[in-house]
């Protein structure tokens, strides 16, 4: 694997330099095969950086309707809800940028729980022309994490964390008292870059744990990273990088 830590001075130049390593990541991949695949983030974190690829210079730099567009995990709730993480992406960047409506899969939460993690599978298997027991690879999946060192919708000692088969589940999340769909180590592993944003400092310690402290995926979700045979990248602004004992460069090693 390939893991590299990249610290910006703020938000806004993470978000940037986010923007530029998506863009570039999927261009080449297009250029290869003639089509990319993205899992998109929630959460507040990638508003910003969503904002950044509608507008010049990133607008320009990739064939978007070229690109197929998933969600490594949704809330259930419907998709014009003020919390649905399909909403931001279309409000954002889906809507702006010239995307047709069939490359845009969004989860089906109407459906339920069960029901839309299944049929989010199938799609997934459809658009990458896989059978059972095979793992699509998608381009890059971009991910934030939380102050509890979740990654999409893996949070700590949560079923979906020991899945060894299915790519989506719906997960239960006792903390939260409700259900959220997300893909699965099973598919994270089998990804070919990965892009983790993570801003302010209020994630600091958490970023220290997950990049510097022993593995314990239970724990801090987001150690799962470690073992991903792609490209991993960490973004961080100072804020959320100011407990780490590194600069920018290779990913520390754990203690």
């Known amino acids: 694997m390939s893991c590299r830590l990249e610290i910006l001075r703020d938000e806004r130049l993470a978000a940037e330099r986010a923007a530029h390593i998506l863009t570039e990541t999927l261009a080449a991949a297009i250029q290869k095969r003639g089509w990319a695949s993205i899992a998109l983030a929630g959460g507040r974190t990638p508003r910003l950086l969503y904002e950044l690829l509608a507008q010049p210079p990133f607008r320009d730099a990739v064939a978007w309707e070229q690109i197929e567009w998933f969600w490594g995990d949704e809330r259930m709730v419907p998709p014009d809800h003020d919390e649905s993480n399909y909403r931001l992406a279309a409000e954002t960047l889906l809507t702006v940028l010239p995307i047709p409506a069939y490359r845009i899969h969004r989860v089906l939460t109407e459906l339920g729980p069960e029901q839309a993690a299944a049929a989010y599978e199938a799609t997934m298997r459809a658009v990458f022309d896989v059978s059972e027991g095979e793992v699509p690879h998608f381009d890059l999946i971009l991910l934030g994490m939380g102050q509890d060192g979740h990654i999409a919708s893996l949070f700590p000692h949560t079923p979906a964390l020991q899945e060894t088969r299915r790519l989506v589940v719906a997960n239960p999340v006792p903390a939260l008292s409700t259900t959220r769909i997300t893909i699965t180590p099973v598919?994270?592993?089998?990804?070919?870059?990965?892009?983790?944003?993570?801003?302010?400092?209020?994630?600091?310690?958490?970023?220290?744990?997950?990049?510097?402290?022993?593995?314990?995926?239970?724990?801090?979700?987001?150690?799962?990273?470690?073992?991903?045979?792609?490209?991993?990248?960490?973004?961080?602004?100072?804020a959320a990088a100011s407990l780490l004992s590194v600069e920018s460069g290779p990913c520390p090693e754990r203690q």
Do not use: C, M, Y
Not at 192 to 213: F, I, M, N, P, Y
């Open 187 to 238: 598919l994270l592993q089998a990804a070919r870059s990965v892009l983790v944003l993570v801003t302010g400092s209020e994630k600091a310690q958490t970023v220290r744990r997950a990049l510097e402290d022993r593995l314990a995926p239970l724990d801090i979700p987001a150690h799962l990273l470690a073992t991903v045979p792609g490209e991993v990248t960490w973004i961080l602004d100072q």
